[in-house]
């Protein structure tokens, strides 16, 4: 049985973890739970999971909860119990799903701990993946990608060698303004932004989904995750989001993963590694979905995309600067002071401004995270 802390357990990926694991009551127990300020819903998940220990952002919040939780949970509050929690010997997996840089010192914790890493938070290879991966590899630790897109190439290059790939291709939803023009997305309103097509998902990645910034994302964390040059991955809009990646070969044979977009699946694979078991899922029939559409980027439409690849290409803090300052621009979006187009224009500034540092250290990526933010918030 695995014993498995959750960190962001009341987020989109956090829920649909406890689902799966609620599914499987002989495979997997729940040691540890940590949220952000949603006091109701952790207190719901502790009284029905009992983990040992419970985690929340602030002590009014840590103090709110305590009096409605299972006898015997602990309960922590604030980043440093992030990391304790990460760390602690009680678990042997953890699953990273916290949204945006928040993730990286509590993962970097996991890793130094031994843990086996379900990884969710794309921002913590996008900011430093070279030293989470170095650390993992020192460590003898596995990260296992969450994501559904890189759980997908996952399964397409297994038994297979790298030297044989040609290139990666993280396929694209669009989001929810997929169809419309560039002239088309001024005056966008945050609910049209939040009506994702195809996902359920939390506000700030649907707000990334639409300007394609959660697909650089994850160009520059499969980089990490495949050592893939960036030349040789590919990104294309698949509106179905039934293929969520796939793989081609040397010999231009095409190896894809396909399900219906039900993150469950993801979620449970990496839970399961190298197991399969059934999900709480409905079944896939192509038959009855009768056909796939495809169509190639294009990054005069989506530039937060190419802006991705260009700083992936430069390395070092650059990709920092371009997660930083889509957080506060987004944060700022979805309060309503700027508006949609104004998410990229904020990036653009930012990155202009910025002289990429090569292999910076822990305490210089999150200086460059800070400095990164008071400049989107003064562009703002």
């Avoid at 803090?317 to 979006?333: I, K």
Wanted: aromatic content about 6%; glycine content about 6%.
């Amino acid at each position: 049985m695995k014993n498995i802390t959750i960190l962001g357990s009341t987020g989109s990926i956090g829920t649909q973890t406890l689902d799966v694991i609620a599914s499987h009551p002989e495979l997997f127990q729940v040691d540890a739970l940590a949220a952000g300020s949603n006091v109701e819903l952790l207190v719901e998940q502790a009284n029905r999971f009992r983990p040992r220990a419970v985690s929340l952002a602030s002590k009014e919040a840590a103090e709110q909860a305590a009096p409605m939780l299972p006898s015997g949970t602990k309960v922590l509050y604030g980043e440093e119990s992030l990391i304790e929690l990460a760390a602690d010997s009680a678990s042997d997996y953890v699953v990273t799903a916290l949204v945006g840089s928040r993730g990286l010192r509590s993962t970097l914790a996991a890793i130094e701990a031994g843990k086996t890493i379900g990884l969710a938070n794309k921002e913590t290879l996008v900011t430093a993946g070279h030293l989470v991966m170095k650390l993992a590899s020192d460590r003898g630790v596995r990260i296992l990608p969450v994501d559904s897109e890189h759980s997908a190439i996952f399964q397409c290059l297994n038994g297979e060698s790298l030297k044989t790939v040609n290139k990666l291709v993280i396929t694209a939803s669009g989001g929810s303004f997929r169809d419309r023009t560039r002239s088309e997305l001024e005056g966008v309103t945050v609910e049209q932004a939040l009506s994702h097509p195809n996902w359920s998902m939390g506000a700030k990645i649907t707000i990334d989904s639409a300007t394609m910034v959660n697909k650089g994302l994850e160009v520059i964390e499969a980089h990490w995750l495949f050592d893939m040059p960036y030349d040789q991955i590919d990104v294309i809009i698949h509106p179905e989001s039934i293929i969520h990646s796939y793989v081609e070969f040397a010999d231009y044979s095409i190896i894809a993963q396909m399900g219906w977009p039900d993150m469950r699946v993801p979620i449970q694979y990496a839970l399961t590694y190298p197991e399969r078991v059934a999900t709480p899922t409905k079944p896939f029939n192509l038959a009855e979905l009768g056909k796939l559409h495809f169509r190639e980027m294009d990054y005069e439409r989506f530039p937060c995309l190419r802006m991705a690849f260009e700083c992936g290409r430069a390395g070092g803090s650059a990709p920092t600067v371009f997660n930083a300052a889509n957080e506060v621009a987004v944060a700022r979006f979805l309060d309503g002071q700027i508006t949609f187009l104004d998410i990229e224009r904020t990036i653009e500034i930012v990155l202009d401004r910025h002289e990429a540092q090569q292999l910076p250290d822990l305490e210089a990526i999150e200086e460059t995270d800070r400095w990164a933010r008071r400049i989107a918030a003064d562009c703002i």
